[in-house]
């Protein structure tokens, strides 16, 4: 049966920028045409919306509010990703890397729950978006190692960042109320956790041995890496000689030059655009974006605030939407190594969305397609 579908009469956003009024024709999975689209078995009518590609999200953790939404509240991780997934629809995300957080901490970000999100993740049953594994290793997590090492061996892990939270961690040690979070979060007391901190903070002279042999292991199995909140151009520099040619979330403007120096992808949080500035107060991604260094937006702690950052970043005169929309399909796909998505071109994957732009400030999410599959359908589509 003929199952090609037709968008017909959309702004489609070009590979080489610009909207253009045309259609597009999915079939067998890719887009199979721009333009001329005879053949299709179904024709949707999108006169009026925007037909863009779909959104690739390189680093979202906000799963553990499904997973862990009150400390003493946990869910099942089937049932916590099957709502992500719809959640990852709901708001264009056609491709998502799960921040999985394997930290030394324990509880909701220990070894057990990292390896029961990934075994759900590696089965990809009944997701609708392309469900990824982002892992977040906490550097101090020494008994880890073996394991992570296995785990990319198998080809269970897609990203793999480099985090250490400790320090920070440890500047909070005498403030019981600042380290309550973290010791919910971990299934234990303050009193526990400061000790179980004092405890990690002895295993520092080992941590670059370690960082460097899953860094090496990376590398050799193509699994892309990255460095998590670099602070200085030292941070970058030693994580670009072991490979790692992305920087996530870097938190001083020296380590974002040091970055862009290199050549590396830039990562910065879509809630930063949305909300105007950083929550834990660091670089506005805005401004990083105005002055071309940071060229990737994820959605960090928000799903929704990946689709809405384009729009205010062309509503604040930072960039063109055909030049912000890339910042979270191709450059983030290009970033992850995927070579077959992030544009809508013949070929390419049929991930799209389209979005009504009637509403200034507030675009509305009409459909999204994952592999030329409608996976949610916000209203009726017209058909012709």
């Known amino acids: 049966m003929n199952s090609a579908i037709g968008i017909v009469d959309g702004r489609v956003l070009l590979p080489q920028g610009g909207m253009v009024v045309t259609d597009l024709l999915l079939e067998d999975g890719v887009i199979s045409a721009i333009g001329a689209i005879d053949g299709a078995r179904r024709r949707i009518d999108a006169s009026g919306l925007l037909v863009l590609p779909g959104i690739v999200d390189i680093h979202g953790d906000a799963f553990?509010?499904?997973?862990?939404?009150?400390?003493?509240?946990?869910?099942?991780?089937?049932?916590?990703?099957?709502?992500?997934?719809?959640?990852?629809?709901?708001?264009?995300?056609?491709?998502?890397?799960?921040?999985?957080?394997?930290?030394?901490?324990?509880?909701?970000?220990?070894?057990?729950?990292?390896w029961n999100?990934?075994?759900?993740?590696?089965?990809?049953?009944?997701?609708?978006?392309?469900?990824?594994?982002?892992?977040?290793?906490?550097?101090?997590?020494?008994?880890?190692?073996?394991?992570?090492?296995?785990?990319?061996?198998?080809?269970?892990?897609?990203?793999?960042?480099?985090?250490?939270?400790?320090?920070?961690?440890?500047?909070?040690?005498?403030?019981?109320?600042?380290?309550?979070?973290?010791?919910?979060?971990?299934?234990?007391?303050?009193?526990?956790?400061?000790?179980?901190?004092?405890?990690?903070?002895?295993?520092?002279?080992?941590?670059?041995?370690?960082?460097?042999?899953?860094?090496?292991?990376?590398?050799?199995?193509?699994?892309?890496?990255?460095?998590?909140?670099?602070?200085?151009?030292?941070?970058?520099?030693?994580?670009?000689?072991?490979?790692?040619?992305?920087?996530?979330?870097?938190?001083?403007?020296?380590?974002?030059?040091?970055?862009r120096e290199f050549g590396n992808a830039?990562?910065?949080?879509?809630?930063?655009?949305?909300?105007?500035?950083?929550?834990?107060?660091?670089?506005?991604?805005?401004?990083?974006?105005?002055?071309?260094?940071?060229?990737?937006l994820a959605s960090d702690y928000y799903y929704p605030s990946l689709l809405a950052a384009p729009f205010r970043l062309a509503a604040d005169g930072v960039a063109p939407l055909d030049a912000a929309w890339p910042i979270v399909s191709r450059n983030a796909a290009c970033a992850a190594g995927l070579v077959d998505r992030g544009e809508l071109a013949p070929g390419l994957r049929g991930d799209l969305v389209l979005v009504d732009d009637s509403r200034p400030g507030l675009p509305q999410l009409v459909a999204t397609f994952v592999a030329g599959v409608p996976r949610y359908v916000a209203r009726p589509l017209t058909l012709r």
Not at 95 to 110: D, K, P
């Open 266 to 296: 830039i990562v910065m949080g879509a809630p930063n655009v949305v909300r105007g500035g950083s929550h834990l107060g660091g670089t506005r991604a805005a401004e990083m974006i105005a002055e071309g260094l940071c060229n990737v």
């Open 64 to 114: 553990e509010r499904q997973l862990l939404p009150r400390p003493e509240a946990a869910f099942p991780v089937d049932m916590a990703l099957a709502d992500t997934d719809r959640q990852l629809l709901a708001n264009g995300i056609t491709t998502a890397f799960h921040g999985i957080t394997l930290s030394w901490e324990g509880g909701l970000r220990g070894r057990d729950m990292a």
């Open 117 to 259: 999100l990934i075994d759900h993740l590696s089965r990809q049953n009944g997701f609708g978006a392309d469900n990824r594994v982002h892992l977040r290793f906490e550097n101090h997590n020494l008994e880890a190692v073996d394991e992570v090492l296995e785990w990319m061996e198998r080809g269970l892990i897609d990203f793999l960042a480099f985090n250490d939270h400790l320090p920070g961690m440890l500047e909070k040690i005498a403030h019981a109320d600042k380290l309550t979070k973290y010791a919910d979060r971990s299934g234990r007391s303050v009193s526990e956790f400061r000790a179980l901190l004092a405890r990690t903070a002895e295993r520092t002279a080992d941590v670059p041995q370690a960082v460097e042999r899953l860094a090496a292991e990376a590398c050799r199995r193509g699994v892309t890496t990255a460095s998590h909140d670099d602070m200085t151009r030292a941070d970058r520099q030693r994580y670009q000689h072991l490979g790692c040619a992305i920087s996530e979330f870097p938190m001083r403007r020296e380590a974002v030059l040091a970055a």
